[in-house]
């Protein structure tokens, strides 16, 4: 079983991901870092050089070829924030994995955003005063993705890294 773990950006998907699959004894995909690793350069900088279009290019490829690489193996996987816009990574994802959304309201997720909006060029260009705005804009363009392609909805707002963990454990 591939575990999938998919939300917005700030409601902890990669240190999830790596708890997890730390207490299950499996491996653990990042799907950024992974792109990172075959591309080279941070996600940052591909979005920079590359463009945005060319990164969810690599977002599909990179997602097909982990799947297929591990079918009928026990992995987690987290994936980016904008994964689940792709109408075509939403099948991927259905067909070949156990989705869990991790589903924080929008206040705990600009909370979050405005702490750690450094390494997330989606973010970059966002003003201070337009913030509030363009996050609920991008949760929103998002949402329906993540609801598309979820097994599972695990609220995670005022919860810990653990109880997260542990919930999750509980309904795989
Ligand atoms: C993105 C989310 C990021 C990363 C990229 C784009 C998005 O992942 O894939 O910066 O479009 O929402 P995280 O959700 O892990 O920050």
């Keep these: 079983m591939i575990i999938a773990l998919t939300g917005f950006m700030g409601?902890?998907?990669?240190?999830?991901?790596?708890?997890?699959?730390?207490?299950?004894?499996?491996?653990?995909?990042?799907?950024?870092?992974?792109?990172?690793?075959?591309?080279?350069?941070?996600?940052?900088?591909?979005?920079?050089?590359?463009?945005?279009?060319?990164?969810?290019?690599?977002?599909?490829?990179?997602?097909?070829?982990?799947?297929?690489?591990n079918e009928g193996d026990i992995v987690v996987l987290s994936l980016g924030g904008g994964a689940l816009i792709s109408p075509e990574n939403q099948e991927i994802v259905k067909k070949y994995t156990y989705c869990i959304y991790l589903k924080a309201s929008l206040s705990t997720i600009i909370t979050r955003l405005r702490r750690a909006k450094k390494n997330r060029p989606i973010l970059n260009e966002i003003s201070e005063n337009g913030e509030e705005a363009r996050f609920k804009e991008l949760f929103e363009a998002r949402e329906e993705g993540y609801n598309n392609s979820a097994s599972f909805i695990l609220d995670v707002d005022n919860k810990s890294i653990r109880q997260i963990v542990d919930e999750i454990i509980a309904v795989i």
């Excluded at 207490?23 to 990172?36: A, N, S």
């Excluded at 996600?43 to 690599?58: H, N, P, Q, T």
């Design 11 to 69: 409601v902890g998907k990669t240190t999830i991901s790596e708890k997890l699959a730390k207490l299950i004894l499996c491996k653990h995909y990042d799907l950024d870092k992974y792109i990172e690793e075959r591309e080279n350069m941070s996600v940052s900088d591909i979005f920079a050089k590359r463009g945005e279009l060319y990164f969810r290019r690599m977002e599909t490829f990179a997602l097909r070829e982990i799947v297929l690489r």
